[in-house]
């Protein structure tokens, strides 16, 4: 099974599915009409470029606070003191989850640590839910390597390939800014939750970025499971939810599916 496309132009053109994941995870498992494909493209389209520095200018931005604004002011004082003790916790855990590989290669985990959290407290909560959400060993393991898109935007460099993107930065950043401050208090609330159940040895991680992984090595996607599997999560909760937080949860899930996903498809 493959994620290409074939759209029957003169000449034809393709659609390739591709996971934020670096590269080398999956590269091995593409198949090789996806390869020809590519190499014989005369152009290449991503979602975003992300060799150009305005792209990487423009999403470091769209996350961050107003001027002059720090999360412990506008974060619930618990919920911020969650927050930063489970980064202090990651941090004190990251020498034991980087391999000896990335430190072969100079990615230490105090290196690792602040190229991931640095300027943490300025971010907006969602991007700060997200930052947590990506703070776990298999993703901090794979880190050192580009993502698959960031790889064959290289590839296409290399090969004088000219590139564009389907997408504005704005266009897939400001959807994840829109949720209200009650709905992202509650996501981040929830995101803590089931991070401190995991270290409390009460839960286990639910399908991870591995099992995305395998999926995509397999040509296996669920839809159901790669929704759930995203950086933004559906929010669910081991612990029973009152009516009040069951409707919030329903509420951002719907309004991720129809912003991240519904809406994005058709505009793309």
Not at 95 to 115: I, M, P
Not at 139 to 156: C, E, H, K, N, T
Not at 214 to 219: N, W
Not at 234 to 260: A, K
Request: charge should be neutral; proline fraction near 6%; charged fraction near 20%.
């Amino acid at each position: 099974k493959t994620f290409l496309w074939r759209i029957g132009t003169t000449p034809p053109s393709y659609l390739f599915g591709t996971i934020h994941v670096p590269y080398t995870r999956v590269w091995d498992f593409v198949a090789k009409n996806t390869i020809k494909a590519f190499m014989n493209a005369e152009k290449v389209y991503f979602e975003l470029d992300l060799t150009n520095p305005y792209t990487i200018s423009a999403l470091t931005s769209c996350q961050l606070l107003p001027r002059r604004l720090n999360l412990s002011q506008v974060l619930p004082p618990g919920v911020y003191g969650r927050l930063e003790d489970q980064i202090n916790w990651v941090r004190d855990q990251m020498s034991s989850w980087v391999t000896k590989d990335q430190e072969g290669r100079g990615l230490y985990s105090d290196y690792l640590f602040n190229a991931i959290t640095g300027n943490w407290e300025r971010k907006r909560p969602i991007w700060a839910m997200l930052m947590v959400n990506g703070l776990t060993p298999s993703d901090i393991a794979s880190r050192g390597f580009p993502v698959l898109d960031l790889y064959l935007a290289q590839l296409a460099d290399k090969h004088n390939k000219p590139k564009g993107a389907v997408e504005r930065v704005e266009e897939q950043c400001v959807p994840l800014n829109g949720l209200t401050y009650g709905q992202v208090v509650f996501a981040l609330n929830q995101t803590l939750q089931q991070h401190e159940n995991i270290r409390a040895g009460k839960a286990v991680p639910q399908y991870t970025t591995d099992d995305l992984i395998r999926s995509y090595q397999c040509g296996n996607m669920d839809s159901f499971k790669v929704f759930n599997s995203k950086q933004v999560p559906l929010l669910t909760s081991s612990s029973p939810l009152s009516v009040e937080e069951e409707t919030i949860s329903e509420e951002i899930n719907d309004y991720f599916r129809e912003h991240l996903i519904y809406r994005r498809n058709r505009r793309m």
